[in-house]
T-cell receptor, first 109, second 115 residues
Framework: GQNIDQPTEMTATEGAIVQINCTYQ??????LFWYQQHAGEAPTFLSY??LDGLEEKGRFSSFLSRSKGYSYLLLKELQMKDSASYLC??????????WGAGTKLIIKP | ETGVTQTPRHLVMGMTNKKSLKCEQH?????MYWYKQSAKKPLELMFV???????ENNSVPSRFSPECPNSSHLFLHLHTLQPEDSALYLC??????????????FGPGTRLTVL
């Protein structure tokens, strides 16, 4: 079966750095997405990786290793507004998005 | 209006009611999706429409019936639902279903409670 694993919850301190991991087992691979979802709101797109390596976008970076079935989202200079759930999703061979259950990130002052 | 809109934002219905959820996208996209989001569970894809044609039905019970009259509008008709159907129902759109890097844009969702 297809599976996306991410930690259920993480806590970090304002101003610090946090890494949210995602491992996947899917039938085929056509890209990996990270989304941010604040409580009661719609998920919003953060990043897309299809080749191995690091994609940097401001305070957020996303890394992919296809051989290891592994990705991480790195958030730097954490702000209180970064408290949200972070969803990892992989596009499989049928171009369907397979979603993880999300990681709830709690930022403390 | 911009992006993806959904109405109503909240809905409470009895098990014998019939109601409909509406989604509209103002992005010129060709693919639209219905998802169910339950607490602490992955997003569950329910239906996909690509260029107004249904391309995916992930074993969704017949009490959920989608309708896509044009590429900008998507409906989810509900009838004789069960309490376990209570969840957040999200609509999304993308350029089309097959584009590799095409991200999905989500609406704010309808919070459904079935009594």
């Amino acid at each position: 079966g297809q599976n996306i694993d991410q930690p259920t919850e993480m806590t970090a301190t304002e101003g610090a750095i946090v890494q949210i991991n995602c491992t996947y087992q899917t039938s085929g691979f056509n890209g990996l997405f990270w989304y941010q979802q604040h409580a009661g709101e719609a998920p919003t797109f953060l990043s897309y990786n299809v080749l191995d390596g690091l994609e940097e976008k401001g305070r957020f970076s996303s890394f992919l290793s296809r051989s290891k079935g592994y990705s991480y989202l790195l958030l730097k200079e954490l702000q209180m507004k970064d408290s949200a759930s972070y969803l990892c999703a992989v596009r499989d061979s049928n171009y369907q998005l397979i979603w993880g259950a999300g990681t709830k990130l709690i930022i403390k002052p | 209006e911009t992006g993806v809109t959904q109405t109503p934002r909240h809905l409470v219905m009895g098990m014998t009611n019939k109601k409909s959820l509406k989604c509209e996208q103002h992005l010129g996209h060709n693919a639209m999706y219905w998802y169910k989001q339950s607490a602490k569970k992955p997003l569950e894809l329910m239906f996909v429409y690509n260029f107004k044609e249904q391309t995916e039905n992930n074993s969704v019970p017949s009490r959920f019936s989608p309708e896509c009259p044009n590429s900008s509008h998507l409906f989810l008709h509900l009838h004789t639902l069960q309490p376990e159907d209570s969840a957040l129902y999200l609509c999304a759109s993308s350029q089309d279903e097959g584009s590799g890097g095409s991200e999905q844009f989500f609406g704010p969702g309808t919070r459904l409670t079935v009594l």
